[in-house]
């Protein structure tokens, strides 16, 4: 019976990553219209509707580089930029970043190794997250994976092609998210790193530890290729960079070095879905299980682990280790320095080397181990607590019809950009509840054409009006007091969305 099956683990092996690649493409369709976009996909959905130029200014004044949004406009361009055309998008490149997690663990490891990295890939609630959200994290982890398979390809063959995929990937993964720029950083110690691993006499000099530094004409010529890519915006980029300063940054509370830890937990067992924090967000609760228990035993299976392996491919995990925990040991470090970039979503390429770290280890232990492991791993997610999210305008979108000859007024600058995106500017006006005299015209999703009141009694004597409330506590519940709707005539409610019109 055993030699059965083991003689159908091997005739079927060569189709098992197209059963991870279907699984993920699954987990990745599933719920996801389920839920409306929250403030940043919404300024995604607000760019893109926008014409060519107008998109670039956007990404500009945003702080951010073009490609996501040029690659996305033109895909979602064919299904008129709905919820669904902006996040399939992501679900793409989510599956191609599955699959260049086989390629580079293939590469570097074996294929044992890269099925178990594929699979806890597919089935991460933080990567099935990102392959959802129409932003431009998915994308930015395809193009880092790629880029490190071809630089790991260079490494062994010191073939300068590969090199050359490299630089464009990584070029790319820049143009992509600034994050990809920083990353470049790891490539480099990656490469000194190999050096120090491969001196051919072993003996040890202050000359050798120096030449060890060095770029090779390989990685000199990645680099040129990276820089050619980037080339075009590298104007914009030292714009922001000194002018802007990337210190659009200020919402981003200050890191501890727990949040390492705590990013670990997020990557293996998500965060909420579309949460606007202050920096790093608050992993998913797990039923019955204390969130400190979890970080706990993460931190004790990680203490064995990285030892264990290091052990077994001393070489080959301390690449991996360098592109996960040094990539966050190393904004950590910049955070220490003032820039507050310590956001588990801005570390996402960080979170597929943790994946392919634990499918080592799986390749690595007896097959009992690994089936047990990856049970209990999906025991735990499927205990995930859900959260209610706000489904209000998307109802609310298709039923637009209804208040053709009405003018639609929201309260904060947050629901203005949202609403922009479902209802579109011409219906829409801001009355900043908190603060009427606060214009936000210079975020970037919003722009000098806003149409805004400082005056309650201009709304009253609107006949067309109608309040746009996002509220979804009583008002003795609610930090914000301001608006109260008590007494005000309820036209609809969608959701969290509900709609009054203002006593005249």
């Known amino acids: 019976m055993f030699q059965k099956i083991k003689k159908l683990h091997f005739k079927s092996e060569k189709y098992y990553i197209y059963l991870i690649l279907l699984l993920g493409f699954v987990l990745r369709l599933r719920n996801i219209l389920n839920r409306d976009f929250w403030y940043d996909e919404a300024f995604t959905g607000v760019t893109v509707k926008a014409n060519f130029w107008e998109m670039i200014k956007i990404t500009i004044n945003d702080v951010h580089p073009p490609l996501y949004y040029i690659l996305l406009k033109m895909f979602?361009?064919?299904?008129?930029?709905?919820?669904?055309?902006?996040?399939?998008?992501?679900?793409?490149?989510?599956?191609?970043?599955?699959?260049a997690v086989y390629l580079?663990?293939?590469?570097?490891?074996?294929?044992?190794?890269?099925?178990?990295?594929?699979?806890?890939t597919?089935?991460?609630?933080?990567?099935?997250?990102y392959?959802?959200?129409?932003?431009?994290?998915?994308?930015?982890?395809?193009?880092?994976?790629?880029?490190?398979?071809?630089?790991?390809?260079?490494?062994r063959t010191q073939k300068k092609k590969y090199f050359i995929f490299w630089g464009i990937f990584l070029g790319f993964s820049a143009l992509t998210h600034y994050m990809g720029f920083i990353y470049s950083l790891i490539f480099y110690l990656v490469f000194v790193s190999h050096n120090f691993f491969h001196q051919n006499d072993g003996k040890i000099s202050i000359k050798k530890i120096l030449l060890n530094f060095l770029p090779s004409k390989g990685l000199m010529i990645g680099a040129l290729?990276?820089?050619?890519?980037?080339?075009?915006?590298?104007?914009?980029?030292v714009n922001h960079l000194m002018y802007s300063g990337l210190n659009n940054m200020h919402w981003v509370r200050p890191a501890s070095f727990s949040d390492i830890f705590t990013n670990v937990q997020i990557f293996i067992f998500g965060s909420p879905l579309g949460e606007l924090s202050a920096g790093m967000?608050?992993?998913?609760?797990?039923?019955?299980?204390?969130?400190?228990?979890?970080?706990?035993?993460?931190?004790?299976?990680?203490?064995?682990?990285?030892?264990?392996?290091?052990?077994?491919?001393?070489?080959?995990?301390?690449?991996i280790l360098i592109m996960s925990f040094g990539f966050m040991l190393l904004i950590y470090i910049i955070s220490l320095l003032g820039d507050d970039y310590f956001v588990s979503r801005y570390l996402i390429i960080a979170a597929y080397f943790i994946f392919i770290f634990i499918g080592v280890w799986l390749s690595n232990v007896n097959w009992k181990i690994s089936f047990f492991a990856i049970a209990v791993y999906v025991f735990l997610l499927a205990n995930i607590m859900n959260l209610n999210y706000s489904k209000g305008y998307g109802e609310l979108q298709k039923d637009l019809a209804k208040y053709k000859n009405n003018h639609f007024y929201v309260l904060n600058s947050f629901d203005y950009v949202i609403a922009k995106y479902y209802v579109g500017a011409e219906d829409l006006t801001l009355y900043n509840i908190d603060w009427p005299q606060y214009n936000p015209s210079y975020w970037a999703a919003i722009g000098s054409g806003i149409k805004r009141i400082e005056n309650y009694d201009d709304l009253k004597n609107d006949p067309k009006a109608l309040i746009l409330a996002n509220i979804q506590k009583d008002k003795e519940k609610r930090n914000d007091k301001t608006f109260d709707p008590a007494g005000l005539p309820l036209v609809s409610r969608y959701d969290n969305i509900t709609i009054y019109k203002p006593n005249n």
């Not at 392959?131 to 994976?145: C, T």
């Not at 993460?298 to 052990?311: A, D, Q, T």
């Open 76 to 99: 979602s361009y064919f299904g008129n930029y709905s919820v669904f055309s902006i996040r399939f998008f992501s679900v793409i490149l989510g599956i191609l970043g599955i699959w």
């Open 104 to 120: 580079f663990t293939k590469e570097l490891f074996n294929k044992k190794a890269a099925l178990f990295a594929s699979l806890i």
């Open 122 to 129: 597919a089935i991460s609630p933080f990567a099935i997250q």
């Open 131 to 155: 392959s959802q959200e129409g932003r431009m994290y998915a994308m930015l982890s395809f193009f880092a994976l790629m880029g490190a398979y071809f630089f790991f390809r260079g490494l």
């Open 225 to 237: 290729s990276a820089v050619v890519v980037f080339s075009f915006w590298i104007k914009t980029f």
């Open 281 to 319: 967000p608050n992993p998913n609760a797990v039923s019955h299980v204390s969130s400190s228990s979890i970080i706990v035993g993460i931190v004790l299976l990680f203490g064995f682990l990285i030892p264990y392996l290091i052990k077994k491919e001393k070489e080959k995990i301390s690449y």
